[in-house]
């Protein structure tokens, strides 16, 4: 390992550990490279902050996390909830089922774990608690489910590294549905495992009339991520126009159709949606000075260097990658690893012949599960807020689901087709 590079490592572990947020963490490590390369420039930094901010692609984050607000405090949330009980409630464990369904039709209308566990997770762990189900466990499944979000179509995370590792985010967007899928059916059969001798209270079965008419409530929820993946694999729009679209749509629903949003709630969702926004922008823009150190002092090479032994074979070095991987998602949110390990690791796959698509998917997929890892687990943590557990339950809680998708995370490592082959299908290629 090159001085740069520890460097680099050094001084970024470093300002972490003295517990300094990891944008300006990002930004100091920036400048120990510049002083130790001899090239320290404040217009360097200027220039690269400016850089990291003003890229078309980011804007689709604003708008998608605006349309996640505007849906939750537009009545949308809400409704499809009500489709997922009258659905699925009346069976044992149903309301289980009904966070699963529930966080999969989420998942097409924010693209965030957080919001998605939060606004679930608020509705549904009183109802759940009500009908005799352990707070702990819901919470846990909750937080598990919550995380099909950012796997599916329209995912805040595969925006990100689409900007950062120069990547087609539709069809990042479109390598997410089956896989997606597989996860919503391992998580259901893990609760049914879980939940197989416990009596529940459940739900009473409704009527084909009652469920119609839960359907139809819920049917404008359906329709934007059929008009979103559509337009986008038509080419009719971009992702950043998608994500405007979605936004104009929510209030739309929200204002027109439901009449539930009002200007104060409006208000508050855009604060809301600021807020949240410009913490990501401040660490994409944080992130553009690393990245482009990165690439000038050559630190992917170096990284090639020690992943030699494995480089010929891409499924060792996929298993290698998410070994890593998994292990700094214990210690750091999704996207600052995202930004951090992006222009670190795309040099790599790219000299290794691994598809970027199925990368960037599979990187995605795995920085996702370490939001349900303890300590930093920011799912984890919003569920056992909004449960109202202790970290210690809801940790135990969520262990059996995190090993699923470890294991699903393995499958899709060692079987790449059961990501490539159903994005060829989507992709018309």
């Known amino acids: 390992m090159t001085m740069t590079l520890t460097v680099f490592l050094v001084s970024l572990l470093a300002v972490m550990a003295l517990g300094i947020p990891i944008a300006f963490a990002l930004i100091m490590s920036g400048i120990a490279l510049l002083i130790h390369m001899g090239m320290y420039d404040t217009q360097i930094l200027a220039a690269n902050l400016i850089d990291g901010a003003d890229n078309f692609p980011l804007m689709a984050i604003a708008f998608f996390i605006l349309a996640g607000e505007l849906m939750n405090a537009g009545g949308i949330s809400k409704r499809i909830i009500a489709f997922a009980v009258a659905l699925v409630g009346h069976v044992r464990g149903g309301l289980g089922y009904v966070a699963i369904i529930a966080s999969l039709i989420f998942s097409g209308l924010s693209g ?75 998580l259901a059969a893990t609760w049914a495992w879980i939940v197989r001798k416990e009596r529940f209270q459940v739900q009473p079965r409704k009527s084909f009339a009652e469920l119609l008419k839960a359907a139809r409530g819920a049917l404008w929820a359906f329709i934007l991520p059929a008009i979103i993946i559509v337009g986008l694999r038509g080419g009719v729009f971009t992702p950043t126009e998608a994500a405007s679209i979605a936004a104009f749509y929510a209030l739309f629903v929200g204002v027109v159709v439901y009449r539930e949003l009002t200007l104060h709630k409006i208000i508050e969702a855009l604060v809301m949606a600021a807020k949240t926004t410009s913490i990501i922008m401040f660490l994409a823009a944080a992130a553009m000075v690393s990245s482009w150190l990165i690439a000038v002092a050559n630190i992917p090479a170096q990284i090639a260097q020690i992943l030699a032994p494995v480089m010929e074979n891409k ?21 600052p690893t995202i930004l951090i390990l992006t222009p670190v ?85």
Do not use: H
């Not at 990547?167 to 089956?178: A, C, E, H, R, Y």
């Not at 070095?317 to 999704?334: K, Y």
């Not at 795309?346 to 599979?362: L, N, T």
């Open 112 to 186: 965030s774990a957080v919001a998605d566990t939060a606004a679930l997770g608020a509705v549904l762990i009183p109802i759940m608690a009500e009908a005799g189900y352990d707070r702990a466990k819901s919470a846990a499944l909750i937080a598990s489910a919550g995380i099909i979000a950012p796997i599916m179509p329209l995912s805040v995370p595969m925006i990100i590294f689409g900007v950062t590792g120069n990547v087609s985010i539709p069809k990042l967007f479109m390598s997410g549905i089956v896989p997606g899928l597989l996860l919503c059916f391992f």
């Open 345 to 429: 690791l795309m040099p790599i796959i790219q000299k290794a012949g691994i598809d970027p698509i199925y990368f960037g998917f599979m990187f995605v997929f795995n920085n996702m599960i370490g939001l349900l890892t303890p300590p930093v687990g920011t799912v984890l943590n919003v569920a056992a807020g909004v449960g109202k557990v202790s970290m210690d339950a809801i940790i135990k809680g969520v262990m059996p689901y995190m090993w699923v998708e470890i294991l699903l995370l393995l499958l899709l490592t060692f079987f790449p087709q059961l990501v490539l082959v159903p994005l060829s299908w989507f992709i018309g290629s």
């Open 315 to 335: 499924i060792m070095l996929m298993f290698a990658i998410n070994v890593v991987v998994l292990l700094v998602g214990t210690a750091m949110d999704a996207t």
